[in-house]
């Protein structure tokens, strides 16, 4: 692992070598498919596939390759979208990406339409998707065949489900009505803590975490799939504050207390980069099938490089205060929006078989969400920071009023 530091910067970027992948168990073997030509698309592609759930780490090997000449072949995806969380942005974000390549797209969101999370971002731009061509419906996931009413679909994702209950019910449905190519948005957050950071793919995961018996289902149940597991996330329509916690401290000159040191790395990507990941993996299924990706940024940031960029995207100063959250009694998931510990994954399994690429450019990324920020008001809304003033007040830190 080749890394690049800054302590100026608080940040690192990490090259990313040639991954290494245990011995696929759950997935077939290498094959070449000679699909027959259409007037929609004609392909060959040679690829193995790669998949394993292992109890004992290490980064392993993927000499991945492919062999295509196609058109890309127009796809059929239903999105089921969960209706609440940051997770909520990315499908909004890829059925409007595949509405642009020209597929045909419906975004399925879990509760009712007239509900009043349906007046939030992403859901209040959902006009967005249906000027696009795109449909929307609402309903129970578990009803799923009924909501769609007999509509057929090339490819299904599933970003709602954290465990098998929720999930079951909509593998079953597509497998029995012929979805040919299934999607699940897991969770970087499955992956055990390791000492030898950044996660990638292969490494061990939580045995017990309800997104990994949802991945090893799927795995079972359909021949082509594909796993994706996000980390942090920003971007216009995001329901969940990331950058919005700096950005609520900085305008009102306020300190930002970070636990621990602020020199823990962890990823945020932009949710576009997400989106153009799902839709290499939809435009070249054979690359994608059986396969686990980190659906994440190419770069680490601090936490202390976060305050950092954010300011400067604000145009503002930044003071920054650190704390030890078990000496004052905090719960830091409480105080904190992100974990206190290194967490960050690198994408080496989607640059090495889909060949993508990421576009997140944190200190411009942030310059356009400030922005946003201030245009929608956050800036002047009254806010209350308790937590904040019982961690400053412990330290002894001034409080501009």
């Known amino acids: 692992m080749a890394a690049l530091a800054s302590s100026s910067s608080s940040s690192l970027l990490f090259s990313s070598p040639p991954t290494k992948f245990p011995s696929p168990s759950l997935c077939p073997p290498l094959r070449l498919s000679l699909p027959t030509s259409s007037f929609l698309s004609s392909s060959l592609s040679l690829s193995p596939s790669f998949h394993a759930y292992p109890t004992s780490s290490r980064r392993y090997s993927a000499s991945s390759f492919t062999i295509r000449a196609s058109a890309a072949e127009k796809k059929k995806v239903l999105i089921v979208n969960t209706n609440s969380g940051g997770h909520a942005v990315i499908g909004f974000y890829f059925a409007k990406e595949l509405l642009g390549s020209g597929h045909e797209v419906t975004i399925f969101t879990v509760g009712e339409e007239g509900s009043d999370k349906m007046k939030k971002p992403p859901f209040n731009r959902f006009s967005e998707i249906t000027s696009a061509g795109g449909k ?174 954010c300011a400067a995207a604000a145009g503002l100063p930044v003071e920054i205060v650190h704390y030890d959250p078990k000496a004052i009694g905090i719960d830091a998931k409480k105080a904190f929006p992100f974990r206190n510990m290194h967490f960050y994954a690198e994408p080496r399994a989607a640059k ?19 922005e946003e920020y201030v245009k929608i008001g956050r800036d002047k809304k009254p806010m209350q920071f308790e937590m904040d003033d019982k961690i400053l007040g412990s330290l002894k830190v001034p409080v501009a009023v």
């Open 352 to 370: 090495d078989t889909l060949g993508w690429k990421s576009t997140t450019n944190l200190p411009e990324d942030l310059k356009e969400r400030f």
């Open 136 to 309: 929307t419906v609402w309903g129970d996931p578990a009803d799923v065949g009924k909501v769609v009413a007999g509509a057929t679909f090339d490819v299904v994702l599933d970003n709602n489900g954290k465990d098998l209950d929720t999930v079951r019910p909509v593998v079953d449905w597509a497998k029995s009505s012929g979805v040919k190519q299934f999607l699940f948005i897991s969770s970087a957050g499955i992956y055990k803590p390791t000492d030898e950071p950044p996660h990638v793919e292969g490494d061990v995961v939580k045995a017990d975490a309800g997104h990994v018996g949802v991945e090893k289902y799927v795995a079972e149940v359909f021949s082509s799939w594909a796993v994706f597991r996000p980390q942090y996330m920003i971007g216009s329509g995001n329901n969940k504050d990331c950058e919005e916690w700096f950005f609520d401290r900085i305008v009102r000159k306020r300190p930002v207390p970070i636990p621990g040191s602020g020199m823990q790395l962890t990823n945020i990507a932009h949710v576009r980069d997400l989106s153009s990941m799902l839709t290499l993996a939809v435009e070249k299924p054979e690359a994608a099938c059986c396969n686990i990706f980190n659906c994440v940024s190419d770069r680490a940031v601090t936490l202390d490089g976060m305050a950092k960029l």
